[in-house]
């Protein structure tokens, strides 16, 4: 294998790879344009209409967010028309998603944020690699060099016929096509458990803070048919602590104290490590004479994003909140767990935005919060339903663990094999 390489677009590559700009191994470059423009309308039902928002970053469709056209506009559109094996590569806005059109999405058109290059059948390129190579690193750079950036960043079809693409061998694009496509099957696998498991724990939330857990017989309250041996109870009578963060924030300093805003509540996560916002201890002090976020606490972000929770952990350690951020401090008859969840159901999020104020920005007033009403089990059943709900928990972190693990290594991959850094073995011989 020769040690030198040619250099597309700030990356080096194997001497003997063939460089081609793209416009020479297609047969056609287009794009669609808006029905509107023309005066037709989308309809319900009918032929796909692909946008921007259709296609993920993995290169997936997103078929609830297909739009749709009639047959009559489809012929009509007849540019714009997708066939089998096309690509597809967005060109407006969010630069540079590729996917590849599939049969079952047939029949369908697109606007003109989205190209569709066909590949040329007369020569043998490995559809998946050329696939590959578009999302990779050589023609990321190209699209940060020559993107113009109006109101929002675009390329033109002369800009996508002059990517740079650099070809090894048939039968080694063939071997890193079947490489990237194994990695890109167990990131959908693992993607899909996630979805169903998102989708099995909404379910239980509805379930078991409503229902419980086998119970038999129920009764009628003022919040709809809950076990017989619960109680409803207004959410300010089960905390010793309902304050919401400064409403006064003190001066910022480099270094202190983390002061949070809502942005640091997410994914049921206090995440302090991302936050770069500080006051001083004497200011903390002066804020926190009567009370310190502690363990155990539930956080609620009730300003902006309603809704979203978290437990505070001994390892978060000393923190203060802005206003956007509520603290809920439950009494024993209540775990912050089963708060927590709580606030995680639809009954919760439907009574928050039922009471928030239409300013703005919506937002709860505290009052407001603590007149929620509660189905209340024993300690005993609660601890049982945040048993269940944590299992379920556990399984969804070591899911988006495992993929994040997998689009690492997909990026590495990607990396050295479109390089030809690291060069494949072809019936165990390397290339």
């Known amino acids: ?3 030198q390489y ?20 297609t047969e056609r470059i287009t794009k669609g344009t808006t029905p509107t423009t023309y005066g037709y309308n989308y309809v319900d039902e009918g032929v796909n209409f692909i946008k921007i928002e259709s296609i993920n970053d993995q290169g997936n469709f997103l078929e609830d967010f297909f739009a749709h056209i009639s047959q009559e506009v489809h012929e009509k559109l007849a540019r ?33 944020a989205i190209a569709i290059v066909r590949l040329n059948n007369s020569r043998n390129y490995n559809l998946k690699f050329i696939f590959y190579y578009l999302k990779g690193t050589s023609i990321k750079k190209y699209i940060q060099l020559v993107s113009t950036t109006g109101a929002q960043p675009n390329l033109s079809l002369k800009q996508v016929g002059d990517f740079e693409i650099a070809l090894p061998p048939s039968h080694e694009q063939n071997k890193i096509a079947d490489i990237l496509s194994n990695v890109d099957e167990a990131i959908n696998k693992t993607e899909a458990i996630i979805k169903q498991t998102k989708i099995l724990k909404k379910g239980l939330l509805q379930q078991l803070l409503i229902k419980g857990i086998r119970n038999t017989k129920y009764k009628q309250s003022e919040i709809g048919e ?22 006064n924030p003190p001066k910022k300093v480099e270094q202190g104290v983390p002061m949070l805003s809502a942005l640091n509540i997410k994914n049921n996560k206090v995440e302090i490590e991302n936050n770069d916002s500080f006051i001083s201890e004497e200011d903390y002090n002066k804020m926190h004479k009567s009370y310190e976020i502690s363990e155990g606490d539930v956080l609620l972000t009730i300003v902006g994003t309603l809704g979203r929770s978290a437990v505070v952990k001994k390892e978060h350690g000393k923190f203060t909140v802005q206003r956007s951020v509520a603290i809920l401090r439950p009494k024993n008859t209540l775990l912050p767990l089963f708060l927590n969840y709580f606030t995680q159901s639809n009954y919760f999020q439907n009574e928050l935005q039922r009471r928030s104020n239409t300013t703005a920005q919506s937002g709860i007033y ?36 495992r993929i994040n693990k997998l689009k690492d290594l997909k990026m590495g991959l990607m990396q050295v094999l479109l390089t030809g850094e690291v060069r494949v073995k072809v019936n165990d011989e390397e290339v």
């Open 226 to 247: 809950i076990p017989e041996d619960w109680e409803v109870v207004n959410l300010s009578k089960l905390l010793d602590v309902l304050k919401d963060g400064t409403h």
């Open 1 to 3: 294998m020769s040690n």
């Open 366 to 401: 505290l009052k407001e919060l603590g007149s929620i009403n509660i189905p209340l089990p024993d300690v005993k059943e609660q601890k049982k339903i945040v048993s269940i709900l944590l299992s379920i928990d556990g399984k969804l972190n070591y899911e988006e663990k």
């Open 6 to 25: 040619r250099k597309p677009w700030r990356i080096q590559v194997p001497k003997e790879w063939e460089i081609t700009r793209l416009e020479e191994i």
């Open 80 to 112: 714009s028309k997708m066939q089998e094996d096309d690509l597809l590569v967005t060109i407006a806005g969010n630069l540079g998603r590729v996917a590849i059109v599939t049969k079952d999405i047939l029949p369908a058109n697109t606007n003109q």
